[in-house]
């Protein structure tokens, strides 16, 4: 072989060196990212489950403004519908 094509090789050789490190330290690094990232997950699971948990708490401590809503959606809202399709119907009648 010439001197040419051995520093070629030599040259190449040492790139293909520099990308395996670099590669291989990459990787490393991202393995240990994901450890990390598996960590956030579990504790921000356990944040939403306490959370859930508050949310029934509340909901029992507030079960009055659920019974009050309730009965406002059954009796109320029909009536205020009713009362604005008849002015809906009025302002039509005006109108031709």
Do not use: C, H
């Amino acid at each position: 072989m010439n001197v040419a094509e051995w520093i070629i090789v030599a040259i190449l050789s040492l790139t293909l060196l520099v990308f395996l490190i670099v590669g291989i330290i990459l990787i490393t690094r991202l393995i240990g990212m994901t450890d990390d990232i598996k960590k956030v997950i579990s504790k921000s699971q356990d944040i939403a489950e306490n959370a859930n948990g508050v949310v029934n708490n509340v909901r029992g401590l507030t079960s009055v403004g659920g019974t009050v809503e309730m009965l406002v959606d059954k009796y109320v809202n029909p009536k205020i519908k009713e009362a604005i399709k008849e002015r809906k119907e009025n302002d039509r009648g005006k109108e031709k």
